[in-house]
């Protein structure tokens, strides 16, 4: 959830602040000279939204906060994150692990996009020329990673624009 849905943020915030969570769970990581705890609170929406939040957002049962503390030497950083949820269980492990896969997810991909496909550094920011590229790196990411061959991404995107005829087989031509 971002701040986007002011309302829908700041409720759910409000109800972080006035009750800590009826399950709580908390997972370190410690790689590559950084620890990182991850702290899961869960609440029933029911309980503690106000009651147009909760007629707004239909099948809304579960609220999350995961607050994440970075350490890394001597600087610690700490960013609060919120979810909604339709679950009615309150598995405060599983939501824990699921929102570390989704970011783990969302990141892998934007690095994919941009290292191979220089995504970052695109100046379409008109009309639907944003959205259009963005669906055509997607699928050629989505082509290339079906190749059975062992090139890399940005090999196998390159060899395709130099021949034709391997474009063609990619794409089943």
């Not at 957002?57 to 610690?76: A, C, F, M, N, Y």
Request: charged share 30%; hydrophobic share 35%.
């Amino acid at each position: 959830m971002k701040e986007n849905q002011k309302s829908l943020y700041e409720d759910v915030e409000c109800a972080f602040k006035v009750h800590s969570g009826h399950s709580v769970n908390e997972t370190i990581e410690a790689d590559h000279g950084r620890i990182e705890t991850r702290r899961c609170h869960i609440l029933p929406a029911g309980e503690y939204l106000m009651e147009e939040t909760i007629e707004r957002w239909k099948g809304l049962s579960t609220i999350v906060r995961i607050v994440s503390t970075r350490e890394i030497k001597d600087h610690v950083t700490q960013d609060i994150r919120y979810y909604i949820s339709d679950e009615k269980e309150t598995n405060v492990s599983c939501f824990n692990a699921l929102a570390r896969g989704h970011w783990g997810i969302e990141n892998q991909l934007h690095w994919v996009l941009d290292v191979n496909f220089r995504e970052d550094s695109c100046r379409a920011r008109s009309g639907y020329a944003p959205q259009n590229l963005s669906v055509l790196r997607k699928m050629a990411l989505q082509i290339g990673s079906n190749q059975k061959d062992k090139l890399s991404i940005k090999k196998l995107t390159y060899k395709a624009a130099l021949d034709i005829g391997y474009l063609k087989k990619l794409i089943g031509f």
